[in-house]
């Protein structure tokens, strides 16, 4: 009789076995998935941090002269140089520093003015990129002659 006890212990015992690495391998699962969805979240994080800054970049250069572009994902300005010789040698410069970031203006030039329209056009919209130019343009203007009536 004890024999037949044992070996029922021993069924018992190899099926608690079973039922435990079948426990274990949902839990892996389940880790699996939490990972995952860490990894999602994360990115949403990063994702909206960078939307902040560049909010709050846009913000300020819309205080430094720059606008938004009527019915447009696009902030423009407009320089006034002394002569038509400073303003296409600081075009000169944003073009080089176009051509650094493979970024490059819409611009329209008569004389001593320039528009300056800063958008990217891969994504439809504004990016880093056109903070990052516009800050460039304001910063080049800077040294240059300027005519401001
Ligand atoms: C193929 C080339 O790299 C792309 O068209 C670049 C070039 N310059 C660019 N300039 C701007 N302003 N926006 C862009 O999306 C853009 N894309």
């Not at 303003?87 to 001593?112: D, F, G, Q, R, T």
């Amino acid at each position: 009789m004890n024999m037949y006890k044992m070996e029922n212990n021993m069924y018992k015992m190899e099926n608690n076995m079973y039922k435990m690495e079948k426990n274990m391998y949902k839990m892996e699962s389940n880790m699996y998935k939490m990972e995952n969805n860490m990894y999602k979240m994360e990115n949403k994080m990063y994702k909206m941090e960078n939307n902040m800054v560049k909010k709050e970049n846009n913000m300020a250069l819309l205080d430094d002269g720059w606008q938004e572009v009527d019915g447009r994902d696009a902030i423009k300005k407009e320089y006034v140089f002394i002569n038509f010789i400073e303003a296409w040698s600081w075009m000169s410069s944003i073009a080089l520093e176009s051509e650094k970031n493979n970024h490059h203006p819409e611009w329209y030039n008569v004389y001593n003015k320039v528009e300056v329209i800063w958008s990217t056009h891969d994504v439809g919209g504004l990016s880093l990129l056109d903070i990052k130019m516009g800050y460039f343009c304001d910063n080049t203007y800077k040294r240059h002659e300027q005519n401001d009536y």
